[in-house]
């Protein structure tokens, strides 16, 4: 315990590990003998005193006592561990281990209170029963560890595919967009030409104005100057010569001038003048595909037939109050969308078998088999868009006059292929009829 106090002394000042056969120089200081054969300098590293030569330094005795001190030193470590495995509480040697308490015990701390029915073993017994229970501890760790080696090559190529998918998909996006960009460069081009052309027209009808008005005018000018001339002429014979001559240019300038009139700057009236983005909108409609399709179901038919294969079939069963329709076309791939009008109507369900989104006493749900959960959702909603992916077995609705996302549906469970359901109730005095639109 005392080296401790000591054991910086006993460290060579060229190596600072501790002394290995320390020799003492003449100047008083010690070293490893080993150290101080090796130095390049002939000096003392502490005091610069001249040291022997190396055949004399190699003849030093060595200091036993330093020696000594310094094996003692060195065994210190291992008497420390020893005086480590002491009672904290009864300064005894710790020999037992509590095995309820998983921790090391002495023999007092074995008949106290706080142990009182524990089971103990001796230390060596406990460490090797535990070292042994390591072995299929170490196996099963393996085995975790390959687990978990495989989930994160698994993460890892989930993470590559879903950057592949992402960047297809802003391909796509963009390939997309840049249909509706030509479109809408193409229209912008010709409006503008349109304009273009009806602003030559009314420019030229005005530049033409302006050439009459400024023939008008010189003649009136021409005109007034004649007049003033015969005014200076005193003599009756020569002023009435004169007067009758100019009498022709009179009329025509009269003439002339009777015929002038302002061309009003045109007011370009065209649809796309104060309507542009909603004329744009309806011919986007046409490029969008796939386009549209309608199809109307009436309550006096159990199923509504095509109709110059513009319409899709739905049969269903009606009772008094509800319809209850499925699509005859099934999905079992791919991506899909419809919409289904359902203001005015004050219980309907939309989506597919066993999962959908229902509407009753003003309040949305949607649904799984055997699960209702509430949707929160504000305004009135006309227009209900269903998306089915199925691939993803996902089922979204939107409100799609904004195709703002009302809730997604998980449709793991979902067993493809599926069918289009629609559960809506009659609209009184008269059932009227459905209207979807399908994408």
């Given at each position: 315990m005392a080296s401790s106090l000591y054991a910086e002394d006993l460290n060579c000042p060229v190596c600072l590990c501790i002394f290995t056969e320390p020799v003492t120089l003449t100047c008083g200081h010690s070293f490893c003998r080993s150290c101080i054969t090796a130095?390049?300098?002939?000096?003392?590293?502490?005091?610069?005193?001249?040291?022997?030569?190396?055949?004399?330094?190699?003849?030093?005795?060595?200091?036993?006592?330093?020696?000594?001190?310094?094996?003692?030193?060195?065994?210190?470590?291992?008497?420390?561990?020893?005086?480590?495995?002491?009672?904290?509480?009864?300064?005894?040697?710790?020999?037992?281990?509590?095995?309820?308490?998983?921790?090391?015990?002495?023999?007092?701390?074995?008949d106290g209170e706080e142990h009182d029915g524990h089971k103990f073993k001796p230390i060596k017994e406990a460490a090797a029963a535990l070292r042994r229970g390591l072995d299929p501890g170490l196996a099963n760790m393996a085995s975790d560890i390959e687990e978990i080696q495989n989930l994160r090559e698994a993460q890892s190529l989930e993470r590559s595919k879903a950057k592949e998918l992402s960047g297809k998909l802003q391909s796509q996006i963009q390939q997309q967009f840049e249909v509706l960009h030509q479109h809408l460069r193409k229209r912008e081009e010709q409006v503008i030409a349109d304009l273009k052309t009806k602003e030559e027209e009314a420019l030229q009808k005005m530049s033409h104005s302006l050439s009459s008005m400024d023939s008008a005018l010189a003649q009136c000018t021409e005109q007034r100057d004649s007049w003033q001339q015969l005014l200076q002429v005193?003599?009756?014979?020569?002023?009435?010569?004169?007067?009758?001559?100019?009498?022709?240019?009179?009329?025509?300038?009269?003439?002339?001038?009777?015929?002038?009139s302002v061309v009003q700057s045109p007011a370009f009236q065209s649809p796309f003048q104060s309507h542009l983005q909603f004329f744009m909108w309806k011919e986007l409609l046409q490029v969008v595909e796939p386009r549209p399709i309608l199809l109307t179901l009436q309550d006096d038919s159990s199923t509504v037939p095509k109709n110059n294969d513009k319409y899709y079939h739905f049969h269903g069963s009606q009772s008094p109050q509800t319809f209850q329709l499925f699509s005859t076309s099934e999905f079992s791939s791919g991506q899909h969308y419809w919409?289904?009008?359902?203001?005015?109507?004050?219980?309907?369900?939309?989506?597919?078998?066993?999962?959908?989104?229902?509407?009753?006493?003003?309040?949305?749900?949607?649904?799984?088999?055997?699960?209702?959960?509430?949707?929160?959702?504000?305004?009135?909603?006309?227009?209900?868009?269903?998306?089915?992916?199925?691939?993803?077995?996902?089922?979204?609705?939107?409100?799609?006059?904004?195709?703002?996302?009302?809730?997604?549906?998980?449709?793991?469970g979902l067993c493809l292929p599926v069918s289009a359901y629609f559960n809506v109730q009659k609209r009184k005095p008269d059932t009227s009829h459905i209207t979807i639109c399908r994408y």
């Open positions: 130095l390049p300098s002939a000096q003392c590293p502490q005091c610069r005193a001249v040291l022997p030569a190396k055949g004399e330094a190699e003849r030093l005795v060595t200091n036993h006592i330093l020696k000594s001190l310094s094996e003692k030193a060195k065994e210190q470590p291992l008497q420390a561990k020893e005086d480590q495995l002491l009672c904290l509480e009864h300064d005894e040697k710790l020999k037992l281990f509590c095995v309820t308490d998983q921790r090391l015990a002495c023999i007092i701390c074995r005193t003599d009756p014979e020569m002023f009435l010569k004169c007067w009758t001559e100019q009498s022709s240019a009179t009329l025509q300038y009269k003439k002339q001038s009777k015929g002038l919409e289904v009008e359902v203001e005015l109507r004050s219980f309907w369900r939309v989506g597919v078998r066993d999962y959908f989104l229902e509407y009753e006493n003003q309040k949305y749900f949607s649904c799984k088999p055997n699960k209702s959960v509430p949707v929160s959702f504000s305004g009135v909603l006309r227009s209900l868009g269903v998306y089915l992916d199925c691939s993803s077995l996902s089922l979204s609705f939107y409100n799609a006059e904004s195709m703002v996302k009302i809730v997604s549906l998980d449709c793991t």
